[in-house]
């Protein structure tokens, strides 16, 4: 039979005296280090975070003063206007001129019609009619004699002592020749001679067309 082989007793014992039962752990530091690190940490103060601005950015002013290496300190101002010199007169505005002038026929013209040196090419007579049917006919009457290249017509209204209606179209005929549609037939009106209706009556001078359109007198 084989002898048993012998045990092999591993060593128990402390290596150090941290691993001995019932010693304090061994302070590294030595006495007078330990003093000195109780001083400085109990007179610490813990310090704050700072914040930290966010850089500005450059504006478009800065960065072309970085290009070209330049020192001004503020962008050029604008250059203000100039106010006009108090010697100087103001421009005078010309209001537009009318398209169909309406003027008084002129006093040869009047002479010659009253005289029979220039013909009453056509005449209309208005007694008895309203306003209405005065309007329309003589707007009619007008527009046929000046595309018939007639220039002088005369224009019976009445002077209004036997009718109402006719002292009514006395006043309303010249006030229809202002308007824009017979401001475009009529360039000239006057009362008539006497022999011819006196203030009962117009002598009238139509615009001239050429080409079918209408001509300053």
């Known amino acids: 039979m084989k002898p048993p082989k012998p045990k092999i007793l591993k ?46 950015e450059p504006n478009d002013f800065h960065l072309w003063q970085a290009e070209i290496g330049g020192h001004q300190s503020a962008p050029p101002e604008k250059a ?25 026929l002129d006093r040869p013209t009047h002479r010659k019609i009253a005289k029979g040196r220039l013909d009453i090419e056509a005449r209309v007579d208005l007694h008895g009619m309203t306003q209405h049917e005065a309007h329309n006919f003589l707007y009619g009457f007008l527009l046929n004699a000046r595309a018939r290249g007639l220039r002088h017509v005369l224009v019976i209204t009445g002077k209004g002592s036997s009718s109402r209606s006719e002292g009514i179209l006395r006043q309303a005929v010249p006030h229809w020749f202002s308007t824009p549609a017979f401001r475009i037939l009529v360039s000239a009106y006057e009362d008539a001679a006497r022999h011819h209706g006196g203030h009962g009556a117009l002598y009238v001078r139509l615009r001239r067309t050429v080409m079918g359109d209408l001509k300053e007198p």
């Open 80 to 104: 203000e206007k100039t106010a006009p010199a108090s010697g100087a007169e103001p421009k005078q505005v010309t209001k537009p001129r009318e398209p169909y002038p309406l003027h008084p």
């Open 11 to 56: 060593d128990k014992s402390p290596k150090s005296a941290s691993d001995l039962p019932g010693l304090p752990e061994r302070d590294p530091l030595r006495p007078e280090d330990r003093i000195l690190w109780e001083t400085v940490a109990r007179t610490a103060r813990k310090l704050k975070p700072q914040r930290r601005k966010p850089p500005k």
